[in-house]
């Protein structure tokens, strides 16, 4: 452990904010966290988390890549679901939580993904944005650039409980080969 920078977990573990390592990650961990975050800084009109948004996008994703799409958020567990605007302002924020996604991917999947694979992680990750805020926000993202021409999915965005929302992530984590240590 690098210094005080760490953040107790779920099962107990350390996870050092500034230097993880893959010992310190667990999928537990992950789901736990992304079950309890609330997309949009919370400001939605029912509770919708980082696990069902998860979930959705790699529902949208080819089978090979869902996986991926079930951990694309998965620093959020530890860092929280910062909005883009704030995220914008917080570059060194920004650099932490690329670290850990880093070491993240790497742990579960072995590498990052090649850019194919992050390109088709983009458009569905922006496709479930469109849906969630259609149905979530108040304003519903009409006026959101990064939404322009983007085919919003016909996709349930229901706003489960945490628990629900969990065992959706760990049973979709299994379907795509992915072990519960």
Request: net charge negative.
């Amino acid at each position: 452990m690098s210094g005080e920078h760490w953040i107790s977990t779920y099962t107990g573990r350390r996870f050092d904010l500034i230097d993880p390592q893959p010992e310190t990650i667990c999928i537990r961990d992950i789901v736990q966290g992304l079950s309890h975050c609330c997309r949009f800084t919370g400001q939605v009109s029912r509770f919708y988390s980082v696990a069902e948004h998860s979930v959705n996008v790699a529902f949208l994703l080819p089978d090979h890549l869902r996986m991926i799409g079930l951990i694309h958020d998965a620093a959020e567990a530890y860092y929280g679901d910062v909005n883009t605007v704030l995220k914008s302002l917080l570059p060194d924020y920004k650099a932490l939580e690329k670290r850990a996604q880093a070491v993240i991917y790497d742990k579960y999947i072995g590498r990052a993904p090649d850019p194919d694979e992050c390109l088709a992680l983009k458009r569905m990750d922006l496709r479930m944005l469109g849906a969630e805020a259609r149905v979530l926000l108040a304003e519903g993202g009409a006026d959101w650039r990064c939404l322009d021409g983007v085919e919003i999915p016909d996709v349930p965005v229901i706003g489960q409980r945490p628990d629900v929302a969990r065992t959706a992530w760990l049973r979709e984590w299994r379907l795509a080969g992915g072990n519960v240590e």
